[in-house]
Antibody, heavy 118, light 107 residues
Framework: QVQLQESGPGLVNPSETLSLTCNVSGASVSSSYWSWVRQPPGRGLEWLAYTHYSASTNFNPSLNGRVTISLDTSTNQLSLKLTSVTAADTAVYFC????????????WGQGTLVTVSS | SYDLTQPPSVSVSPGQTATITCSGDNLENYYTCWYRKKPGQSPDLVIYRDNKRPSGIPDRYSGSNSGNTATLTISETQSLDEADYFCQAWDSTIGRAFGGGTKLTIL
């Protein structure tokens, strides 16, 4: 059974960098695409970025280059960095397995709430 | 970025059919999928590649994609179907765009 678990600080100061990690079990991170998605309070889902072991990546242009996404095959983890955060980046952040065979995300983490506030 | 438009809300009575639309420019050119999300939970994939159901999703759920519109249909609706539903367009050129979501209420 594939399982994903996000971790990271729940509170980040404005203008600083948000860093999250997603631990993957039951599958190798080199076996698929992986994405980050967020949901601000009371709002919809927003795709942030995807990556693949081949180094293929794609980013939501609305984030204006603030996002970095990477894989660590030694720890089987996915990571996200979002720079220059503001209150608008407050959201529940999810990692998800991004499967071309589905054309969608078949496994998701439970999500982690990140609040941007001083 | 690629924009997808969904109605904010849809309401039906139990046992009726719920239809949720998702509109985007030439949407038929991309794979679309649908997610069901309940408060405090992560999303569940209910339709992929326009009209296919993952294992465990009942055949009351169906999908289609033609022209500029993808449609999720839920027949014989039950209270457990009440949730937010999000469409997604999936492609290497546009990334993984989500629609704004539709709140399905079973009256």
């Amino acid at each position: 059974q594939v399982q994903l678990q996000e971790s990271g600080p729940g509170l980040v100061n404005p203008s600083e960098t948000l860093s999250l990690t997603c631990n993957v079990s039951g599958a190798s991170v080199s076996s698929s695409y992986w994405s980050w998605v967020r949901q601000p309070p009371g709002r919809g889902l927003e795709w942030l970025a995807y990556t693949h072991y081949s180094a293929s990546t794609n980013f939501n242009p609305s984030l204006n280059g603030r996002v970095t996404i990477s894989l660590d095959t030694s720890t089987n983890q996915l990571s996200l960095k979002l720079t220059s955060v503001t209150a608008a980046d407050t959201a529940v952040y999810f990692c998800a397995r991004d499967q071309p065979v589905y054309g969608g995300f078949d496994y998701w983490g439970q999500g982690t709430l990140v609040t941007v506030s001083s | 970025s690629y924009d997808l438009t969904q109605p904010p809300s849809v309401s039906v009575s139990p046992g009726q059919t719920a239809t949720i639309t998702c509109s985007g420019d030439n949407l038929e050119n991309y794979y679309t999928c649908w997610y069901r999300k309940k408060p405090g939970q992560s999303p569940d994939l209910v339709i992929y590649r326009d009209n296919k159901r993952p294992s465990g999703i009942p055949d009351r759920y169906s999908g289609s994609n033609s022209g500029n519109t993808a449609t999720l249909t839920i027949s014989e609706t039950q209270s457990l179907d009440e949730a937010d539903y999000f469409c997604q367009a999936w492609d290497s050129t546009i990334g993984r765009a989500f629609g704004g979501g539709t709140k399905l209420t079973i009256l």
